[in-house]
């Protein structure tokens, strides 16, 4: 029975042996491949835990440069963000930030300051939402300073299916401004569409709308 036993065992280390040789090389590759690749998955995790810890303080930085209302201290942290940080969702935030610092501190170069920031938010943005929200704010300045043009191509490009509303009543403003009103009827019934049939701000589209001399249409069921 032993050796029996022994005579089994041999035949499977033979066996074990042959099948080494054969696919043993490739295994061993499979392994080490397997083991580069968690170690760069861990590697890119930490490195992104990182990132977002560092741009979290330094997004601090900007909040409290705006409590004081210091707009030099907030950009200089801003452009920092943006060459190092500008993958994480802080960096957007901080352009926002920065954007509406500058607005609200009135001075000359605010217009131009507020816009480069809001720009940089449009198109670098990994959120679409934070793209979105840039894009509607630097069309309102764009509209202040009759840069028509600029803004519907800034309004256009926005494609977060959230923001419709938003972006077609601003077009509708960009096209009342312009004495468009064919165009302007249609993006505001177009906003008012997107808008939700409760809600505040499709009743003052219902305004704009009125004031063009159209009636948008009663919400299916409506008495």
Same mark, same amino acid.
């Given at each position: ?29 499979v ?13 890119y995790?930490?490195? $992104? ?8 303080a ?9 409590g ?7 950009q ?6 943006k060459?190092?940080y ?6 957007p935030?901080?352009?926002?930030l920065v ?11 605010a217009?131009?300051t507020?816009?480069?920031?809001? $720009? ?10 934070y ?12 509209m ?7 803004a519907q /191509? ?27 009103q064919?165009?302007? /009827? ?7 569409s ?5 809600s ?12 063009l001399?159209v009636? #948008? #249409?009663s #919400?299916?069921?409506?008495?």
């Amino acid at each position: 029975m032993a050796t029996n036993l022994n005579l089994e065992e041999q035949d499977q280390l033979d066996a074990l042996k042959h099948f080494w040789s054969r696919f043993g090389g490739a295994i061993s590759t499979v392994l080490l491949l397997v083991v580069l690749a968690l170690a760069a998955w861990n590697g890119y995790r930490f490195w $992104q835990a990182r990132q977002a810890s560092q741009a979290s303080a330094m997004f601090d930085e900007v909040e409290r440069a705006a409590g004081a209302s210091d707009l030099v201290l907030a950009q200089r942290a801003f452009d920092d963000m943006k060459q190092r940080y500008a993958s994480t969702s802080y960096a957007p935030q901080a352009g926002l930030l920065v954007a509406k610092l500058a607005i609200d501190g009135g001075k000359d170069d605010a217009a131009a300051t507020a816009s480069a920031a809001l $720009q940089w938010v449009a198109d670098n943005a990994s959120d679409e939402g934070y793209r979105a929200v840039a894009a509607l704010r630097l069309s309102a300045l764009m509209m202040e300073a009759k840069q028509y043009e600029q803004a519907q /191509k800034t309004l256009e490009a926005v494609h977060a299916e959230a923001f419709a509303g938003l972006v077609q009543d601003r077009l509708g403003d960009l096209y009342a401004v312009q004495n468009k009103q064919a165009e302007a /009827k249609a993006a505001y019934l177009k906003a008012f569409s997107a808008m939700e049939a409760e809600s505040e701000y499709r009743r003052l589209i219902k305004i704009k709308l009125n004031a063009l001399g159209v009636e #948008p #249409p009663s #919400p299916a069921g409506a008495g």
